[in-house]
Each structure stands twice: as structure tokens, then as C-alpha cells.
């Protein structure tokens, strides 16, 4: 990922902006003094820059959590930051040059997009982990009146098939960075025609994080229209094994399974491993049953915050339990204004990673509200008991 590696960090007065990049404040780790988060805003996108002192010299690069999907932006804010405040560089990977594709791009969306008003005009179908993009982009141009999402968590894929919609003048495609099984929660019923979930990793040693569970395949078949599909391809033995299972132990189902079968189109890893003569294994579940329309209730809206500034930063490292799910303090940080939490919360399977900003004004979650799920709107509930002491 784009990063700078400087001699000393430097700071400047905020907020400013520079080079229409907006630098709003800073956060101050408050359980170590090597790190710190610049908030940061591109384009009406809000996310945050970590320093990080690294050994003899500073890392500047993007905080994981809040990074952009488009690299271009983390770029240019590397790049206006270290312009503003005069940093000597020692070392960078940055450019400061423009895709021309990417910028005429429109497909790129944040979950705020499908949470406000998910596009239901037509049929729909989603990719889920599209890597290399060739099935996706195959798929969307051979079905015109099909809107196709993809949802992919590695930058330069998409970045690639950005490029490649534009290029091939796709205006059916959709893309996402943003974890899958969440993203299920949200989609209205009875609405997709397919999901793929091709060549997922396999996570062998921690399955907890696979794609395929028993929630997600139920999320997809509330989510499927009649006659829908949710398709695995999978290279691995223990996935294919594991997802059967998973798939068989619903009370009703329809499952095919297909071995070594060649579809229109292959990603470059799949033609590798067929001259490695490695088993593919497809197992398509088909859903036979309409299902009861979506319906979320709740809001993520606090109460007035009654924990002192030192009773905040003492829930660094706590975990706070509930019944499905959990609110787990990871990092805490000292703002002008306050004090800003850094946590994960929701279910145990799938949480949401999110920062919460706590000022004398009120109380803002940060970059972005949570996922409108049940566990997350649970959480939430916990999460305002907590702060209200």
C-alpha cells in the first residue's frame, strides 16, 4: 500500500486543506506515544492517516481500517500532507500521477450507497471475491440487463476491473469493498439471481472466517429469487468437503455438485491449477422458496455520554459480552475535543471495525455509521448503555 517513510513527523495547524485535501484533527494514541491518526477527508471521503514511528524514521501511509478504496486518493493525501508540513521523504512508493480510467469511473460505492436505498429496478447478482475480475466482467458484459455487484477486499483487483468497466463500457457493474457476509444482511428478499462465491480462501486454520457458513448460506437464500443460485467453486478439498456439510445440514435444500467442469470463463489461478490437474469442485444450491421481505429495526443514534474522559481511556483492552455478540475497546485515543475509541462490535463471526469519537457535542461514530444489521444495532444498544454508565 501507498506509504511515505520520513525522518520526523511534522504537524500542522488544524483543520486545513491543501491541494483539496481536508486535514481535520488529530488523534493521539493514549496507551503508547508512537502512533498517531490525522483525520483526513478527499472527495467528501473521510479516513484517517496513520503515523507510526518505525524504528529510526516515521511510517506515514493509510490507517487499515478507514482506507479508500481507491488508491489514487490515498496518494493524494500522502502527498498534500507531506507538502504541508514540509517532511523530509527518506523513502515512498507514492505517485503523483492520474488514471485517467479511474477517474471516469462511477462504479466504485461505499456500503452507505446499497444501506440508503439498494438498487432493486432489476435483477441482481453478486461476485464475492472476484480477484483477477474476468468471470465478473464476463458475466456483465454478456448480460446487459443484469446489474452485477462485486465485492472485493484487494486493492489493485479493484482498481483493475474499474479500469476494465470503463474501458469496455460496462455500465451494469458495481463494486464494493466491503465484507461479504455482512453485505448479505442488507440486500433485499427475493431480489438476486446468482451469487458466486468462486475460489474463496479456504482459511484452513482459522474457519471461523470463511465465506460459506450456516448464516451466510441463509442470508443468501432470503436474499435469492426462486430459482436463484448460490455457487461455490472451490480447489480445496477441505472446503469443498466442509461446505457440503454445511450446505446438507439444512432441513430442505437442492444442491448440484459438479467435478472438473469448464465454464466460459477461467481466472489465470484456475488454468494453472487444471495443467496442475488439480480437482475443481462446483456445488450450486438452488433456492426453491420465496422468503418474507427484509425488515431491520433500531438506530444508531447515543445517549448523552456520562463516562468521565478517564473512565473512557480505562476501557482500552475491555470486552464487553452480550448475548450473540460483543463490543471489544481496541485502541483508545486522545482528541482536542475528547476522546476517540477504536472498536470491534456485532456478531463473533463477522464484526464491524469502528472508531467512535466522543466530544462534550455529542457522540459520532467514524468514518461511517454501522452496518444496519440486527447484531450490529444490538451492539449498539450495549455500546450506549456502556458510554452512559
Not at 525522518?7 to 486535514?23: A, R, S, T, Y
Not at 474476468?134 to 443484469?146: G, I, W
Not at 471461523?208 to 451466510?216: D, G, L, M, Y
Request: charged share 30%; aromatic share 10%.
Amino acid at each position: 500500500m501507498p506509504h511515505l517513510h520520513i525522518k520526523e513527523f511534522k504537524n500542522i495547524d488544524l483543520p486545513q486543506e491543501i491541494d483539496g485535501v481536508k486535514f481535520n484533527f488529530l488523534a493521539d494514541n493514549a496507551t503508547r506515544d508512537d502512533e498517531q491518526l490525522i483525520s483526513t477527508t478527499v472527495d467528501g471521503e473521510r479516513f484517517f492517516l496513520l503515523v507510526k514511528e518505525d524504528g529510526e524514521r516515521v511510517l506515514l501511509k493509510t490507517d487499515k481500517l478507514t482506507r479508500p478504496a481507491s488508491i489514487g486518493i490515498v496518494h493524494k493525501a500522502l502527498l498534500a500532507y507531506a507538502k504541508g508540513a514540509k517532511l523530509e521523504v527518506l523513502a515512498s512508493n507514492v505517485v503523483d500521477r492520474k488514471n485517467v480510467h479511474l477517474e471516469e469511473s462511477t462504479a466504485l460505492k461505499k456500503i452507505e450507497y446499497f444501506a440508503k436505498e439498494f438498487p432493486e429496478d432489476r435483477e441482481v447478482r453478486i461476485e464475492v471475491g472476484f480477484g483477477s475480475g474476468r468471470h465478473l466482467l464476463h458475466q456483465a458484459a454478456n448480460n446487459p440487463d443484469v446489474l452485477f455487484i462485486g465485492i472485493e477486499i484487494h486493492r489493485p483487483s479493484i482498481e483493475q476491473v474499474l479500469k476494465q468497466a470503463v474501458i469496455q463500457k460496462l455500465d451494469n457493474l458495481l463494486v464494493l469493498d466491503y465484507d461479504a457476509r455482512l453485505f448479505m444482511e442488507l440486500v433485499p428478499s427475493n431480489l438476486v439471481g446468482a451469487v458466486y462465491v468462486h475460489f474463496p480462501v479456504p482459511w484452513d486454520k482459522k474457519p471461523h472466517r470463511r465465506v460459506i457458513s450456516t448464516a451466510f448460506i441463509e442470508e443468501c437464500r432470503r436474499a435469492l429469487k426462486v430459482g436463484g443460485t448460490l455457487e461455490l467453486r472451490t480447489d480445496s478439498e477441505n472446503y469443498y468437503a466442509y461446505s457440503y456439510e454445511t450446505f446438507i445440514a439444512f432441513p430442505k435444500t437442492t444442491l448440484l455438485i459438479n467435478k472438473n467442469k469448464d465454464i466460459a470463463v477461467s481466472s489465470k489461478y484456475e488454468d494453472r491449477w487444471k495443467k496442475m490437474e488439480k480437482n475443481i469442485y462446483d456445488v450450486i444450491m438452488t433456492n426453491d422458496e420465496d422468503s418474507e421481505a427484509l425488515s431491520i429495526e433500531g438506530n444508531f443514534e447515543f445517549d448523552e455520554v456520562k463516562l468521565s474522559n478517564e473512565e473512557l481511556i480505562a476501557l482500552h483492552g475491555t470486552t464487553k459480552r452480550f448475548e450473540s455478540g460483543f463490543i471489544h475497546f481496541e485502541r483508545v485515543y486522545k482528541t482536542d475535543e475528547g476522546v476517540m475509541l477504536r472498536t470491534s462490535m456485532g456478531s463473533f463471526d463477522r464484526p464491524e471495525h469502528l472508531y467512535v469519537i466522543v466530544r462534550e457535542k455529542g457522540v459520532e461514530y467514524y468514518p461511517e455509521l454501522p452496518l444496519r444489521s440486527k447484531a450490529n444495532l444490538k451492539a449498539h444498544q450495549y455500546l450506549n448503555e456502556v458510554l452512559h454508565g
